[in-house]
């Protein structure tokens, strides 16, 4: 309960769960989570992405959403090029 009432870390768990649904579209990557459990049921989360593709963060947002039930989410989204895609896998 310490946890909960301190915001305590979410865990690597949701953390690769996150990472699985951001690249499920096969041209985005993960740079960054940080994933932290509010309150008893609820988890907020903070994510850097690269993305090949012209998605928008809210996209990331609503995907997340989805499939995490993620409420409290912050995405921060990088374009880049295929190329730069490929240097940074």
């Given at each position: 309960t310490g946890a909960i009432l301190l915001d305590g870390n979410a865990g690597e768990d949701i953390c690769k769960k996150i990472q699985k649904a951001v690249e499920s579209d096969n041209d985005s990557?993960?740079?960054d989570i940080h994933a932290w459990r509010i309150g008893s049921?609820?988890?907020a989360a903070n994510v850097s992405l690269t993305t090949a593709g012209n998605r928008t963060a809210e996209e990331y947002r609503a995907r997340l959403h989805q499939?995490?039930?993620?409420?409290?989410?912050s995405v921060e989204v990088h374009p880049v090029t295929w190329n730069q895609q490929s240097e940074q896998a």
């Amino acid at each position: 309960t310490g946890a909960i009432l301190l915001d305590g870390n979410a865990g690597e768990d949701i953390c690769k769960k996150i990472q699985k649904a951001v690249e499920s579209d096969n041209d985005s990557r993960v740079i960054d989570i940080h994933a932290w459990r509010i309150g008893s049921a609820e988890t907020a989360a903070n994510v850097s992405l690269t993305t090949a593709g012209n998605r928008t963060a809210e996209e990331y947002r609503a995907r997340l959403h989805q499939s995490l039930n993620l409420n409290h989410l912050s995405v921060e989204v990088h374009p880049v090029t295929w190329n730069q895609q490929s240097e940074q896998a």
